[in-house]
């Protein structure tokens, strides 16, 4: 099944991405030329000795070559050299707690091995691993992918999942939270993320019940430490050397926001603006003790009348317009309670998984979302209902980056193979510049910055951007990359020839470069291939 997106999003229109163009404005580019490939497969002696080598062979190159050679893209100051990782199929992990499809499985991270990636990411979902009941954890599943991906010399980020999967963007399954959980939401609604009109979203558990002990006598901060706690003791021996990366979940799609651009049921489109999330019983008794601690006890009512609806344009409303009601003291007082219980809740999670992981060597990384539309404008306000207080004249992300900072937190960010001239003139869209202001804001902070793409990419020109915002000449650059997502396109022949020379371009820190001739005149083989067994290349597209 092919997945897409899990989390930030956008519309381009590629209507071929065999023909699409790399801008001329990018400094130093990588080209893949799109030209029939040779049909010949090369065939070692079995795939245990393909596996050892991990590497994709390259024969017969000429040196006329040279003259074909593409400008390589450069990383870092010093050549650094970035860590490709390719996400995991949403349902790696069935619903039944077991590897899903573990041949086809054993054969993908062959063929990821030997096009030279890092590692892989999983999601260790939340309704998976708890959902018999509170603190009865089943991770066979996921051992089970740990020993598959040790075997085979990778490493693994696993991403700690306390969001439901099913209601956004290329969530291809739905994986809710535990029924126990679900349960008690079922007896107190207000357990989850509320909008205005009272529609309730079960994606995550609100933030604003973080202390108090609603999950069956713990608070959801316990229930995540315990949840983490668990995954350490059943994993202590992996940690530090194959689980390398413990990403921390904390918001809907794993990231450090609210639900402010559900699209299930059509609640929301792009590029509209959103909706605040503040309106469960303990969102609002905080807003309204915030209120009377300042003297406005009308504020503390309820929030903004004038925000608008989830696929509304700022313009068409009375908060976000050029001169709304956000650049107000009452507009300021409330972006900023909004933003700063987002901050706390991050804190909090952060803390705890701090406490659990510190001495096992494993790093941890927390996501925030790319929400690029609506950047050129004043209010940002797709930003502001999503909880960062990033306006024309306040920086909202140097606060969360100097929060991960000081845990010692990889800051994990996406839409790193966008463009701003492939997004609609109308959405005032600005990736490129949304991801400048991020790699400024964690080098202020002293955080390291991590990278994915948003959509499902496999075009030269996704490719590039990502070389081009991954290096820096300023000590910024990406600690790694993870790339979006494992799935039977990645394994066409020219998507996956893409591939490989993209993650070894990575790899080299710009150094190596992948010409026309590289692509037209080397015999590249799928290392997985087995002589007698050609079904290997169909059980790893099945993914």
């Known amino acids: 099944m092919a997945l897409t997106l899990r989390s930030s999003t956008s519309f381009i229109n590629l209507k071929d991405n065999k023909s699409f163009k790399t801008p001329d404005d990018i400094s130093g580019t990588v080209s893949f030329a799109q030209i029939k490939p040779s049909r010949r497969l090369l065939v070692k002696n079995s795939m245990h000795e393909v596996a050892e080598r991990g590497m994709i062979t390259e024969a017969r190159r000429k040196d006329r070559s040279a003259k074909h050679h593409a400008s390589s ?103 809710p939270l535990p029924p126990w959980v679900l ?19 079960p994606e995550y558990i609100s933030l ?18 315990d949840y983490m706690r668990s995954f350490r003791d059943r994993f202590s021996g992996h940690l530090g050397s194959v689980i390398v990366e413990i990403q921390v979940g904390m918001g809907p799609c794993g990231e450090l ?70 650049n107000t003291e009452y507009g300021r007082f409330f972006l900023e309670w909004y933003s700063e219980k987002l901050l706390e809740h991050g804190d909090r999670i952060l803390a705890a998984a701090k406490g659990v992981f510190q001495g096992t060597q494993a790093k941890l990384s927390g996501k925030v979302a790319g929400i690029h539309w609506h950047y050129r404008t004043r209010s940002h306000a797709a930003e502001l209902t999503a909880g960062y207080y990033n306006t024309r004249n306040r920086d909202g992300y140097l606060p969360i980056a100097q929060m991960m900072g000081k845990h010692g937190v990889v800051f994990n960010f996406t839409c790193m193979e966008m463009r701003d001239g492939e997004q609609p003139e109308n959405a005032n869209c600005s990736p ?24 499902e990419r496999y ?85």
């Not at 349960?183 to 979203?201: A, C, F, H, M, Q």
């Not at 006598?217 to 316990?222: A, E, M, V």
């Not at 510049?433 to 400024?440: A, D, F, I, S």
């Not at 790899?507 to 037209?520: A, F, I, Q, V, Y």
């Open 459 to 543: 075009d030269a020109g996704a490719y590039a951007q990502v070389l081009s915002t991954s290096r820096s000449d300023s000590g910024n650059s990406l600690s790694a990359f993870t790339y979006l997502r494992m799935n039977k396109r990645l394994f066409e022949e020219n998507n996956w020839r893409n591939l490989v020379g993209f993650v070894k371009s990575m790899s080299e820190g710009g150094r190596n470069r992948l010409s026309e001739s590289d692509l037209s005149r080397t015999d590249l083989y799928v290392g997985f291939i087995k002589e007698k067994s050609v079904t290997k290349v169909k059980e790893a597209a099945l993914v």
């Open 432 to 455: 490129e510049g949304l991801v400048r202001q991020v790699k400024v804001a964690a080098k202020t902070a002293g955080a390291d910055l991590a990278g994915e793409n948003a959509l």
């Open 183 to 201: 349960e008690e939401i079922s007896k107190d609604p207000d357990l989850v993320y509320t909008d205005r009109s009272g529609r309730t979203n």
């Open 208 to 225: 604003g019940c973080d202390s108090l002990p609603v999950l069956r006598g713990r608070t959801p901060i316990q229930v995540y430490a």
């Open 257 to 326: 926001r609210y639900p402010s651009y559900p699209e299930s049921n059509g609640t929301w489109r792009f590029p509209g603006i959103g909706e605040f999330q503040c309106y469960d019983k303990y969102m609002r008794s905080s807003l309204q003790a915030s209120a009377e601690a300042l003297g406005h006890m009308n504020w503390g009512n309820t929030g903004p009348h004038d925000s608008g609806q989830y696929s509304q344009f700022p313009e068409e409303t009375g908060f976000f317009r050029r001169e709304g009601t956000w």
């Open 73 to 175: 893209v450069s990383h870092g100051q010093d050549g650094t050299k970035v860590p490709v990782y390719v996400m995991l199929p949403l349902d790696t992990v069935t619903l039944g707690g077991n590897l899903n499809k573990p041949r086809a499985m054993n054969a993908s991270l062959m063929a990821l091995k030997s096009a030279g990636v890092e590692g892989v990411m999983v999601d260790a979902w939340w309704g998976l691993v708890e959902k018999d009941g509170p603190m009865k954890y089943n991770w066979e599943g996921y051992a089970e992918l740990v020993q598959m991906v040790a075997r085979h010399g990778l490493k693994l980020q696993v991403v700690m999942s306390f969001h439901q999967c099913g209601g956004n963007v290329g969530d291809s399954c739905s994986i």
